[in-house]
């Protein structure tokens, strides 16, 4: 689980992202966190693998406050994908996919495999795609390596900055899709930005509703719906 107790992120004065939020993300389950452009979403995301230090309160995941843990071995466990991925341009899909598994020095046979087993599962056939370069990729396929690389090392919690939100609208149903069943078989830790409400209810577990740094609303799609 992944508690917020009243989290505060203050650029400057003028910038107050987050204002006193506190809340649970529960373990196993697909958080989503909606709202619009500027209302603090990121900026929440970000304080959890701390790429962003809150300016109060403090983020505790399994009880343990994300601010005294090894930078290096909080990160190793959380899994992040981005928008436009963010692959490494001039390594191919294997390497980018390889990159945590080589820094925890796992066997290169293992990696193989591992690279192997992740491409299955995000729909990518192997043979054809390890070898390919980021260039050489649908923006769908992108996304799909994204996702690939952020389970590498099978990680309890992944973070998703409006992953699909860079690919045309067809191939974004098709990728929500592929994803709600790999995280039916995974049950990972996710916390899901996205603007779209089609998107959460389409995905969430449980949805945060945001608005100028506040959660406004923190329920399940069906609650949400009713009482919107
Ligand atoms: P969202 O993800 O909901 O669009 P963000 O968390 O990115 O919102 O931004 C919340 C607010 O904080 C916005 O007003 C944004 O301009 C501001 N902000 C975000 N990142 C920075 C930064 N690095 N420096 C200063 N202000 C920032
Ligand atoms: P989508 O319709 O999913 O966006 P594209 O039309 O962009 O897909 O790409 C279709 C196929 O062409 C994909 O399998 C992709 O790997 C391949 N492809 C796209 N761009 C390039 C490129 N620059 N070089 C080689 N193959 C490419």
Request: glycine share 6%; aromatic share 4%.
């Amino acid at each position: 689980m992944i508690r917020f107790e009243n989290v505060t992120k203050e650029y400057d004065e003028e910038t107050v992202a987050v204002r006193d939020i506190t809340f649970e993300i529960p373990s196993r389950e697909l958080t989503v966190l909606i709202g619009p452009s500027g209302c603090g979403k990121t900026t929440t995301l970000k304080m959890i693998n701390r790429i962003v230090k809150p300016s109060g309160g403090r983020i505790l995941i399994d009880g343990e406050d994300v601010k005294e843990m090894d930078v290096m071995s909080l990160r190793r466990g959380i899994g992040y994908v981005i928008q436009n991925v963010g692959l490494f341009p001039h390594m191919s899909v294997k390497d980018n996919i390889a990159t945590v598994p080589k820094l925890l020095k796992w066997e290169k046979s293992k990696i193989e495999r591992r690279v192997s087993e992740l491409l299955e599962l995000v729909g990518l056939e192997p043979r054809s795609y390890a070898n390919k370069l980021p260039k050489e990729l649908s923006g769908g396929e992108a996304q799909r390596v994204g996702v690939a690389r952020a389970l590498a090392a099978d990680p309890p919690i992944i973070l998703m900055d409006e992953p699909f939100g860079a690919v045309d609208p067809l191939t974004r149903v098709r990728l929500q899709d592929e994803f709600a069943r790999i995280q039916e078989e995974l049950h990972k830790t996710i916390v899901f930005v996205t603007h779209d409400i089609d998107e959460a209810i389409r995905l969430a577990d449980r949805i945060a509703v945001m608005r100028a740094g506040r959660i406004l609303q923190f329920d399940t799609p069906e609650e949400i719906l009713a009482r919107p």
